[in-house]
C-alpha cells in the first residue's frame, strides 16, 4: 500500500464518523430531516449509493444522476464529506435478464438467481463491461465535485460470489494457470496428478472443482481458492484503474470483511492495491465475540502496515442476519467502535444511516433507528460522535508496534481446513483467535500480522497452524530464530510446501531441525476425546508423538495418558539467543496460559498491566495514547494504570494521554 492519501483533503485532521446512507430508498422530503439529524450526531462522511445500479442506469446505456446530484450537493452543503461508491456491488434485474450469461454457478452447477445480491461472475466479461462503462460514468460527473473524498469500489467484494464454478471461471482459471505454471508438465506435477490417473494432456481438460464423485484434487482445491481470490482483486484493479485515470486524486478503497470465517479473499494480497484499506466488521455472539473483534481490527491495522486505516462497516445495536439478532447492551457500540480506533482506524462508520423500512435489513440496527431520535440508541450515536471529536488529535497517528506478535496466513487458512486432512474439525482461525485471547488474559500486547509483515521486529512470533511453509518462509524463520527471535508454532505446521507437497523425513516437515523434533504419525483425537498433560492442562482435537532430535530442546509439558503418555506434548528447543517452541495439540486460552507464559518469560517479554487488572481489560497503544477497554460486564478500578477516573465502567473505554 502506498503511503496514505487521507480522507481529508484540507483543515484539521479529524477522526470521520458516519455511515452508509441510501437517500434513494427514502421520500426526498425525508433527506433534509437526515442531514440535520447527522448534524447532531456529528457524522462527517456517509458511503453513498453502494447499491443504487437499478436507480442510477435504469435500462441499458440510459442514466439518472439528478437524484444523486440532489443528494450529494444537499451533503456538501451541511458539511458532509462523500465515500462515493461505483454502484456495481449488485446488477439491476434488466441486467441479468438481458444477459443470464453474468450469474454465477456453484459446484454443483446451480445457477445463483437473483433476487439477492452480488448475482455475478468475478470472471464474467459482458459483467465487466456493463460495470465498468458505470464507473466511467460515475467518475467523469463527479470528478470534479468538492463532496466528493474517496471511491468506494463495489462493496464487500466477495461476500456472497467468491467461488464461481461457471464455464466463464473455467477459462479464466486456465489462463491463471498457465501464467502460474506456464506448462502442464508443471502443473501435473503441482498438483500430483499422477494419483487417481487425472494426468493433464490439454489446458482445455482443465475445470475447476466442482462436484465430484470423492475429493476434488487438493492441489487444484487449493489454486482455485488462489485464483477465486486474485479474480476479485482484478476485477477491483479494473475498476480502480478507470478511477485513477479520471480522478488522479482521490483515493480508492474497497471494504475487506476480516472477520469471523470470512476467509476466501486474501487480503495480504489485496492492501497494496488500496489507497486506505476499509474493513466491515460484526461481531458474533460467543465467549471470544469481544476478543475476535480486537483480533479483526488488530489484523486489518497490521494489514495497512500501521497505517490509519476507515473502519467502514459495523453495527450500532442489533444485526438481522444471524439465528437469534440481540441488541448490544449500555457501553458496548461505543466500546466497540473505539476497539477500532485503538488499533489504527481513523473512522468510524456503520450499516447504515436510516433503518430501513422494507427490504431484507430492515431489522439491522442503524444509526438513526425505527423509532427515530428521540431513543436511547440515537442518544448513544450522538454521544460517540461527541467523543471522537475530542479524539481529533489521534487522527493520522499510526499504530504503535507490540512486542508480540501473532502470524497470519490466509493460503494455510485455507489448505490446513481441506478435506482428505487427519481431522475435519481444526479451525484455523479459532486456534490464532486462542492465542490473542491468551495474550489479552495474560496483559501482554500482541499484533496481529500477515507474513509479509517485518518478523524481524518482534522479540516473540506465533505461528498458529502455519501448515504452508515453502523453502524460502523456513529459511525467514530460521533466519529469525538464529537472530535471538522466539517462534512458537504448533500441531500441523510446516507439513507441506506451496503446493500442498508433503515435506518428506518426518513431521512437521519444513520445521522439523529448527524445532528439533520429529513426528512420524498424526494422533488426531475423536469428539470428546482429550489429552491430560502434565502441567495440569488438557489438550483436544490433536495431539502427537514427537520425538526429540536434538538434545537441547526442553520439554515444559508431556502428556500424561494413553499411547502418548510420558511423550513431549510442548516442546522449546534454545537455539543462542533465540528458540523454537512448539504445542501439539489444541488446549484453548485456559491451557495456553501456562505455557505461554513461560515462553514470555524465557524470552523476556513482561505482561503490559499490573496483576490485578490481567484478563479484564486490554491495553492498546496508539502513538501517545493509550485505550483501557474493559473485557468485562462489571465496573473497574484502573487508578494503576494513571486514568483520570479510578473506576472504569462495565464494557467502557479510558483513552489516558501518555
Not at 466442482?210 to 489454486?223: E, F, M, S, V, W
Not at 484455523?428 to 521486529?457: C, H, K
Request: glycine residues 6%; hydrophobic residues 40%; contains cysteine.
Amino acid at each position: 500500500m502506498s503511503s496514505p492519501r487521507w480522507l481529508r483533503r484540507a483543515g484539521a485532521p479529524r477522526l470521520e464518523f458516519g455511515a452508509d446512507y441510501n437517500p434513494d430508498q427514502w421520500p426526498r422530503a425525508v433527506w433534509d430531516e437526515d442531514v440535520q439529524h447527522m448534524r447532531t450526531a456529528g457524522v462527517t462522511i456517509v458511503s453513498l449509493a453502494i447499491f443504487s445500479w437499478a436507480k442510477l442506469e435504469p435500462a441499458e446505456g440510459e442514466y439518472d444522476f439528478a437524484w444523486l446530484d440532489d443528494a450529494i450537493d444537499l451533503l456538501h452543503a451541511n458539511g458532509i464529506s462523500v465515500d462515493l461508491a461505483t454502484a456495481t456491488a449488485s446488477p439491476p434485474p434488466w441486467l441479468t435478464a438481458a444477459y443470464p450469461e453474468i450469474l454465477p454457478v456453484d459446484r454443483e452447477g446451480h445457477t445463483i438467481w437473483p433476487g439477492g445480491r452480488q448475482q455475478w461472475r468475478p470472471t464474467s466479461p459482458i459483467f465487466r463491461e456493463h460495470a465498468l462503462r458505470l464507473v466511467r460514468a460515475l467518475a467523469d460527473r463527479y470528478k470534479e465535485h468538492p463532496a466528493v473524498v474517496a471511491w468506494h469500489v463495489s462493496n464487500e467484494l466477495g461476500c456472497h460470489n467468491v467461488y464461481d464454478y461457471s464455464d466463464d471461471a473455467a477459462r479464466a482459471f486456465r489462463v491463471w494457470l498457465r501464467d502460474k505454471y506456464a506448462t502442464l508438465d508443471e502443473l501435473n506435477d503441482a498438483w500430483g496428478t499422477a494419483f487417481w490417473s487425472q494426468r493433464y494432456t490439454a489446458w482445455d481438460e482443465i475445470i475447476p472443482p466442482r462436484l465430484a464423485a470423492t475429493h476434488p484434487n487438493p492441489g487444484q482445491q487449493l489454486d482455485f481458492k488462489r485464483f477465486s481470490s486474485d479474480a476479485l482483486l482484478a476485477y477491483l484493479r479494473a475498476e480502480k484503474e478507470i478511477l485513477r485515470e479520471i480522478t488522479p486524486d482521490i483515493p480508492v478503497t474497497t471494504n475487506f470483511m476480516v472477520m469471523g470465517e470470512t476467509k476466501g479473499m486474501d487480503y495480504a494480497a489485496w492492501a497494496d492495491e488500496v489507497d486506505f484499506v476499509s474493513n466491515d466488521h460484526y461481531r458474533l455472539p460467543g465467549p471470544q465475540s469481544v476478543d475476535e473483534l480486537s483480533f479483526s481490527a488488530n489484523l486489518t491495522g497490521n494489514l495497512a502496515g500501521g497505517q490509519p486505516w476507515f473502519l467502514m462497516e459495523h453495527s450500532t445495536s442489533a444485526v438481522n442476519w444471524q439465528p437469534v439478532n440481540v441488541p448490544k447492551k449500555d457501553g458496548e457500540l461505543a466500546r466497540d467502535s473505539l476497539t477500532h480506533v485503538a488499533h489504527g482506524a481513523d473512522a468510524v462508520c456503520f450499516f447504515q444511516w436510516r433503518q430501513s423500512r422494507a427490504g431484507a435489513e430492515k431489522y439491522h440496527s442503524a444509526m438513526l433507528p425505527h423509532a427515530g431520535a428521540d431513543s436511547d440508541l440515537f442518544r448513544a450515536v450522538t454521544a460517540l460522535g461527541a467523543q471522537l471529536a475530542t479524539l481529533s488529535e489521534l487522527a493520522g497517528t499510526p499504530r504503535t508496534r507490540a512486542r508480540a506478535a501473532i502470524l497470519f496466513d490466509w493460503p494455510s487458512w485455507w489448505a490446513s481446513e481441506l478435506d482428505s486432512h487427519p481431522t475435519d474439525r481444526l479451525r484455523y482461525r479459532q486456534e490464532a483467535l486462542d492465542w490473542y485471547t491468551t495474550f489479552l488474559n495474560l496483559g501482554v500486547r500482541a499484533d496481529v500480522v500477515p507474513l509479509g509483515a517485518p518478523l524481524e521486529e518482534y522479540d516473540v512470533l506465533v505461528a498458529p497452524v502455519l501448515h504452508i511453509v515453502p523453502a524460502d518462509l523456513a529459511k525467514r524463520l530460521d533466519a529469525y530464530v538464529s537472530a535471538g527471535g522466539h517462534l512458537v508454532t504448533t500441531y500441523f505446521s510446516g507439513i507441506v510446501d506451496e503446493h500442498d507437497h508433503v515435506w518428506l523425513g518426518g513431521y512437521p516437515g519444513a520445521l522439523r531441525d529448527l524445532l528439533g523434533i520429529r513426528i512420524e504419525e498424526f494422533a488426531p483425537l475423536l469428539d470428546g476425546e482429550t489429552a491430560p498433560l502434565s502441567n495440569g492442562t488438557t489438550g483436544t482435537l490433536w495431539t502427537d508423538r514427537i520425538d526429540l532430535t536434538d538434545p537441547a530442546v526442553d520439554v515444559l509439558a508431556s502428556y500424561e495418558t494413553g499411547e502418548l503418555a510420558g511423550r513431549p506434548a510442548v516442546t522449546r528447543r534454545a537455539v543462542g539467543n533465540g528458540s523454537a517452541a512448539y504445542v501439539s495439540s489444541r488446549l484453548g486460552p485456559e491451557g495456553l496460559a501456562p505455557v505461554l507464559t513461560t515462553l514470555l518469560e524465557r524470552a523476556g517479554v513482561p505482561s503490559d498491566l499490573p496483576a490485578e487488572l490481567r484478563g479484564k481489560v486490554e491495553l492498546a497503544q496508539r502513538g501517545d495514547f493509550r485505550f483501557v477497554l474493559n473485557r468485562t460486564d462489571e465496573p473497574i478500578d484502573i487508578s494503576a494504570l494513571g486514568a483520570t477516573e479510578a473506576t472504569l465502567p462495565a464494557r467502557g473505554v479510558a483513552v489516558i494521554r501518555a
